[in-house]
T-cell receptor
Framework: DTAVSQTPKYLVTQMGNDKSIKCEQN?????MYWYKQDSKKFLKIMFS???????INETVPNRFSPKSPDKAHLNLHINSLELGDSAVYFC??????????????FGPGTRLLVL | GENVEQHPSTLSVQEGDSAVIKCTYS??????FPWYKQELGKGPQLIID?????GEKKDQRIAVTLNKTAKHFSLHITETQPEDSAVYFC???????????FGAGTTVTVRA
């Protein structure tokens, strides 16, 4: 049973396109996150949601819009893709928000390449 | 905000030897310090964590130490094996921050 799943695993697209990445967790967790991992492996948080409520928005361009239809899903929509958006995007979840002090369970990642 | 520095960026060890990764943090309010392991093509996975009321914690071949006065913490892996080859991330958090701040990662290679 996959705890945190993401689709698609790979995404290759042209500059200027709009794309979405979907994330689902079956752990019954309240909190979900999106991270961006760049080519140097640096992990940076983008957003977190707790029970469908936005908690963290880390100065991400407004071309990125997260949506949480229910607490088991957190999707990421990206408008007008740019070359610099190429990265691996990870979804994660934790049981509670607890100030970031809960174990986070990461999905397998979505590898986005913008041409 | 919190700033976590991690060293070294790469580490190559002979199988059976020990590996040590060190991290420093800037926010004295931080009180939770997890370590995540990321294998090739996968997402990071928690391997051990320590909270500020504890100085050392061990789990089989891995151990973490914390020095709150100096604001640094370290990961120790003993008797390294090929499956220990991965990228390791340290992180820090405090209850009011709602997020983990990650170090830049250490790529560990265990030579057979």
């Amino acid at each position: 049973d996959t705890a945190v799943s993401q689709t698609p695993k790979y995404l290759v697209t042209q500059m200027g396109n709009d794309k979405s990445i979907k994330c689902e967790q079956n752990l019954g967790h309240d909190t979900m996150y999106w991270y961006k991992q760049d080519s140097k492996k640096f992990l940076k948080i983008m957003f977190s949601y707790n029970n469908k409520e936005l908690i963290i928005n880390e100065t991400v361009p407004n071309r990125f819009s997260p949506k949480s239809p229910d607490k088991a899903h957190l999707n990421l929509h990206i408008n007008s893709l740019e070359l610099g958006d190429s990265a691996v995007y990870f979804c994660a979840s934790s049981l509670r928000l607890a100030g970031g002090m809960e174990t986070q369970y990461f999905g397998p990642g979505t590898r986005l390449l913008v041409l | 905000g919190e700033n976590v520095e991690q060293h070294p960026s790469t580490l190559s060890v002979q199988e059976g030897d020990s590996a040590v990764i060190k991290c420093t943090y800037s926010d004295s309010a931080s009180n939770y310090f997890p370590w995540y392991k990321q294998e090739l093509g996968k997402g990071p996975q928690l391997i051990i964590d320590i909270r500020s009321n504890v100085g050392e914690k061990k789990d089989q071949r891995i151990a973490v130490t914390l020095n709150k006065t100096a604001k640094h913490f370290s990961l120790h892996i003993t008797e390294t094996q090929p499956e220990d080859s991965a990228v390791y991330f340290c992180a820090a958090s405090n209850y009011n921050d709602y997020k983990l701040s990650f170090g830049a990662g250490t790529t560990v290679t265990v030579r057979a």
